[in-house]
């Protein structure tokens, strides 16, 4: 069965700085989603990726999938107490979609003043 | 639509009690999906339907776990009985396919603490 790591597992940064969280999975990418969810409360679709070296962005979070390294990665310009909460990488388990997602265990981030 | 609809947010019971989760679905989603979250495990898909008809329920933990869609708009989750270890959130999810595609629209969850 496909599993999803993501890296790392918590991050605590200082409002304004960047960061970077990953998603690798142990099988072929077919399509990678990207979650947030505020603590809680439940998940909150952020984007979604298909195709090998597509790139999304949505206010300052930006998207990306690396196909042959079956890797996604999230990044956030200058971080705001809003961008706090859990983020979780979803995947399609097969090429066709019949499968639900599964999903990585989450980063937790936290931004302070 | 108000979205999916989970109920109670929190529950707190004691060991050796049945417990029933609640859920509505997104009207003309036709997956529903229940997921757990845990620390440890992170959210594993327990169950989902399609039409009301159950597809897969290989991520049900043990037979003290049992889940019934009798009609489109609500769904049940029942642990009987209840032991700590069961301890998590439970999250219910809509959507019109399984794929991620269209989007997983999810409830606002159900705290369980098994004391």
């Known amino acids: 069965s496909q599993e999803l790591e993501q890296s790392p597992q918590s991050l605590i940064v200082q409002e304004g700085k960047n960061l970077t969280i990953n998603c690798t999975s142990s099988k072929t990418l077919y399509g990678l989603y990207w979650y947030k969810q505020k603590y809680g409360e439940g998940l909150i679709f952020l984007m979604m990726?298909?195709?090998?070296?597509e790139e999304k962005s949505h206010e300052k979070i930006t998207a990306k999938l690396d196909e042959k390294k079956q890797q996604s990665s999230l990044h956030i310009t200058a971080s705001q107490p809003s961008h706090a909460g859990i983020y979780l990488c979803?995947?399609?388990?097969?090429?066709?979609?019949?499968?639900?997602?599964?999903f990585g265990k989450g980063t937790r981030l936290s931004v302070i003043a | 639509d108000a979205g999916v609809i989970q109920s109670p947010r929190h529950e707190v019971t004691e060991m050796g009690q049945e417990v029933t989760l609640r859920c509505k679905p997104i009207?003309?989603?036709?997956?529903l999906f229940w997921y757990r979250q845990t620390m440890m495990r992170g959210l594993e898909l327990l169950i989902y339907?399609?039409?009301?008809?159950?597809?897969?329920d290989s991520g049900m933990p043990e037979d003290r776990f049992s889940a019934k869609m009798p009609n489109a708009s609500f769904s049940t989750l029942k642990i009987q009985p209840s032991e700590p270890r069961d301890s998590a959130v439970y999250f219910c999810?809509?959507?019109?396919?399984?794929?991620?595609?269209?989007?997983?629209?999810f409830g606002s969850g159900t705290r369980l603490t098994v004391v």
């Open positions: 999810a809509s959507s019109l396919f399984p794929s991620g595609s269209y989007g997983y629209t």
């Open positions: 990726l298909q195709k090998g070296g």
């Open positions: 979803g995947a399609d388990s097969l090429k066709w979609g019949n499968t639900p997602l599964v």
């Open positions: 009207s003309g989603h036709d997956y």
């Open positions: 339907f399609n039409n009301n008809v159950p597809i897969d």
